[in-house]
């Protein structure tokens, strides 16, 4: 019999090895999208350990920021205020023992409608010509009013130049060139471009 021990030894051995516990973390949902205003929603974590959340977006806020097995969590996400669609990843992390697995919830916000130039206003000497703008919208634009000529009258989305062709000033004053630029789907958002002409 003792010759057989070391043997049966090393059988125990393997077989506990085989019984490992396995962690594992896992949303009900894996992803959400939302518009610009944001929102909320709740979803549940399942996990045979314990879990922490995290998330780097100041504008998402979520609670409880820790638990275990299946415990729900609530999430809201502020509106996004910047000029483009954000993708928010809300870290999941599982532990058990000295184990650790890693999940996550998908975040896809929209940005809200935008028309803006960095440099609006511009000057230009008595002897006028052509100024351009860069302009950069995320929805179609239109010309909305001018006191110039302006081309193009329509664009977006994109960054694309916009010329205004201002005249010759004989006036011997100085004068001011205005356009506005609106969004086709949303007139309330614009753009004003403004050229000042030197007497």
């Not at 399942?46 to 999430?75: E, K, L, M, R």
């Not at 006191?147 to 329509?154: A, E, F, I, Q, R």
């Not at 011997?172 to 050229?195: A, C, M, N």
């Amino acid at each position: 019999m003792k010759r057989y021990l070391p043997l049966l030894i090393l059988c125990l051995a393997a077989l506990s090895c085989t019984q490992e516990t396995e962690l594992s973390i896992a949303p009900d949902v894996g992803s959400f999208q939302f518009d610009e205003h944001g929102g909320q929603f709740d979803a549940i974590i399942f996990t045979n350990g314990s879990w922490t959340a995290t998330c780097d977006d100041p504008a998402v806020s979520f609670a409880p920021q820790s638990g275990d097995y299946t415990t729900p969590i609530h999430v809201s996400v502020g509106a996004n205020e910047e000029k483009y669609t954000k993708n928010i990843r809300l870290a999941l992390t599982a532990t058990l023992d000295n184990l650790t697995r890693t999940g996550r919830i998908v975040i896809t916000q929209a940005c809200a409608p935008f028309i803006f130039c960095e440099e609006a206003v511009k000057t230009v000497g008595p002897e006028g010509g052509v100024v351009r703008f860069s302009v950069n919208s995320n929805e179609p634009w239109k010309v909305a009013s001018q006191s110039c000529p302006v081309d193009p009258m329509t664009g977006g989305p994109n960054i694309e130049d916009v010329s205004l062709l201002v005249p010759e000033n004989t006036e011997g004053v100085q004068r001011t060139f205005t356009v506005i630029l609106s969004l086709e789907k949303d007139p309330q958002t614009t753009l004003v471009l403004t050229v000042v002409q030197q007497g």
